[in-house]
């Protein structure tokens, strides 16, 4: 039987199919060429940053500033261990990084608290977080293949406080160091890491109101973190440290006895000046005006780390639209057992314009009373993003709980 489109079609509408199917190849390439010519992420120096550590906030799209407490809020929200329910807690988190191109990029993490006062209102916390590039061949100037093992990595104190009975506030100091291997021991360039000092300062309400015959709870948090010094590696020019802004919302509600949902919401923007484009400074003749790049070029790359921040505000080239597509947001969902079994979900989107990071995130939980175990899964909207199928894993343990385990063998 032969099979045509005109049998199902009559020729009129062919025509109309045709140049349908014409013009949204028209649009597609159009949208394509849009976004090549708009395409402008903020840049940044250690950039490892900005990845979240742990499986929890991960497997509901990367949110945190507004969630429960735990021992990984180091990174999302340090305010929140002021209201945190155990004295204390510790969680190591290790992820493997672009498993889709490589094999020995990770990421590990250490965080926890611990509670001061006999009234819990206050707490200090520290983490520390190691990222590792893998092994790289580089090949010196006498022609000698040598391996060298970049990596970066921050360790930092926090401190915070309850101000009243619904709002505490944190600080957290950071020290950081990165070596990207540059030079070795047959060149004329010896390794030099380079070193950072940023802070974090944050805010955490939460309340419980009564909706119906049912107490929920209702929390929002912000977070301004890695205000601090530039990172200038030898032999590269300083670059900004990945400030950024998160603010969050979190509201939670019991589904039934022992049964509660969470329904999160993040919002993120680096606040970091957008480093100029050539073809920004174009003439009539669609010439570039050299002078005119060179000294807004030299200008960003002068420009301090608090002019900078705001900066970020108002500098974009294409104004007010495109400092909206710096905006990123994640929205996430988490369910929870008792506190003993959790299930996560959530999606994370960037603009296409400033990084195109799009991925949802799935993950659950197991709880005991001295510890517990998260996973979570990442799975990025395209195939081809090396982002593609990351995998996170945390294991944290829980101070009253060891402390009760141990009190009851004696």
């Known amino acids: 039987m032969n099979f045509k489109l005109s049998n199902i079609l009559p020729v009129s509408r062919l025509k109309y199919y045709a140049a349908f199917t014409a013009l949204l190849c028209v649009f597609s390439a159009a949208a394509e060429n849009e976004i090549k010519n708009e395409f402008n992420p903020v840049q940044t120096g250690v950039t490892s940053l ?14 945190g500033a507004a969630t429960d407490p735990d021992a990984n809020s180091q990174f999302w929200n340090p305010s929140k261990y002021a209201f945190a329910y155990s004295q204390g807690s510790v ?9 889709k191109l490589v094999n020995d990029i990770f990421l590990a993490n250490l965080a926890g608290y611990w509670k001061l006062g006999s009234n819990d209102n206050q707490a200090i ?22 391996t060298i093992n970049p990596y970066e990595m921050a360790f930092d104190l926090g401190y915070s406080r309850k101000l009243s009975e619904k709002f505490s506030m944190g600080v957290v100091f950071r020290y950081i160091y990165s070596d990207l291997g540059f030079g070795g021991s047959g060149t004329n360039v010896q390794p030099s890491g380079a070193s ?16 119906g015959q049912n107490e929920c709870q209702f929390a929002w948090g912000w977070n301004i973190s890695n205000i601090g010094t530039k990172v200038s590696p030898e032999g590269m020019e300083p670059a900004f440290l990945p400030t950024n802004l998160k603010l969050g919302a979190s509201f ?5 006895d022992y049964h509660n ?19 920004d400074y174009t003439n009539d003749d669609g010439e570039v005006d050299e002078e005119a790049y060179a000294k807004a070029y030299t200008d960003w790359r002068d420009m301090s780390p608090i002019t900078g921040i705001f900066k970020s505000f108002g500098d974009a080239p294409g104004g007010f639209k495109e400092e909206l597509r710096e905006i990123t947001y994640s929205i996430g969902a988490e369910y929870n057992y008792n506190q003993q079994f959790f299930l996560r979900a959530g999606y994370y989107h960037e603009s296409e314009f400033k990084g195109n990071r799009q991925y949802f995130g799935f993950g659950a939980g197991f709880s005991l009373n001295v510890v517990r175990l998260d996973a979570a899964y990442m799975l990025a909207t395209s195939q081809t993003s090396p982002l593609d199928q990351t995998l996170r894993f945390t294991l944290t343990f829980d101070m009253d709980g060891l402390r009760d385990l141990l009190g009851g063998r004696r």
């Open 91 to 99: 969680a190591l988190s290790y992820t493997p990084w672009l498993r």
């Open 261 to 279: 949902l969470a329904i999160n919401l993040d919002l993120n923007k680096l606040l970091v000046p957008t480093r100029p484009r050539r073809s």
């Open 50 to 63: 900005s990845i979240a550590p742990d499986a929890r906030g991960a497997s509901m799209g990367d949110i």
């Open 252 to 256: 939670t509600f019991p589904l039934a």
């Open 196 to 211: 950072a000092f940023a802070a974090d300062i944050s805010g955490y309400f939460v309340t419980y109101p009564i909706i």
């Open 125 to 146: 916390s520290a983490s520390l977080r190691y990222f590792s590039l893998g092994e790289v061949n580089s090949e010196s100037l006498g022609g000698v293949t040598e």
